[in-house]
């Protein structure tokens, strides 16, 4: 379980500086490093549609329809990034719906919507971030307090490929964790195991 404090030393590991030396450390890539921070985080959770940072909330549908389509919803304050949206609210039904986004609502021609899409919350909830992404953003943190004008400009372009590689690792164990669903067989499949030969009945 990651902490706030395990994701900056990681990043200040990374450019070669000591770990922190406690909240009131205020030594130089230490403060760079926390300021930075809550973009950072925001930054890439609004990259990916994270698993572990969705949530599902049924959409307010307001009284009047103001973006061309039939209904108009007010679009969650907490919504950084809209994962998908249905008028089931069957997360299994993930499967494209029209609707438009803009003006902080969501314009769509169903009477009831919900809306699958990563939350703020997990701006600050290090303890439920997958240490893959912790790394990310420890990786991520590195690269950018480097000086875009360091004379080792190798070291800065390998700090961007490790940023880039361990955001990739972060998505792929991220995707990893969708339940295992069987596909349906589709028309051509199913009629090929129609008929006599496949008869069980005698």
Not at 41 to 64: C, D, I, Y
Not at 90 to 115: C, N, Q, R, V
Request: proline fraction near 5%.
């Amino acid at each position: 379980m990651a902490t706030k404090v395990d994701v900056l030393n990681g990043a200040l590991a990374l450019i070669g500086q000591p770990p922190a030396a406690g909240p009131a450390d205020t030594s130089t890539w230490v403060k760079r490093i926390v300021a930075l921070y809550p973009s950072t985080v925001k930054e890439l959770l609004e990259k990916h549609p994270w698993k572990f940072a969705r949530v599902m909330e049924q959409l307010q549908r307001l009284s009047n329809a103001s973006g061309g389509r039939t209904y108009s919803y007010n679009k969650p304050a907490k919504c950084l990034k809209i994962c998908f949206i249905n008028n089931t609210g069957d997360d299994g039904d993930d499967e494209w719906h029209e609707y438009d986004s803009g003006d902080g609502k969501i314009h769509a021609d169903f009477d009831t919507l919900y809306m699958w899409f990563v939350s703020s919350d997990y701006l600050i909830k290090e303890g439920a971030w997958p240490q893959t992404f912790a790394a990310a953003v420890s990786a991520e943190l590195a690269f950018k307090v480097m000086p875009v004008s360091s004379r080792d400009r190798g070291a800065r372009a390998d700090a961007k490929a490790h940023a880039k590689d361990t955001l990739k690792s972060a998505k792929s164990t991220d995707a990893s964790e969708k339940p295992y669903r069987k596909n349906p067989r589709g028309d051509w499949v199913k009629a090929r195991y129609r008929g006599a030969r496949y008869r069980t009945d005698g």
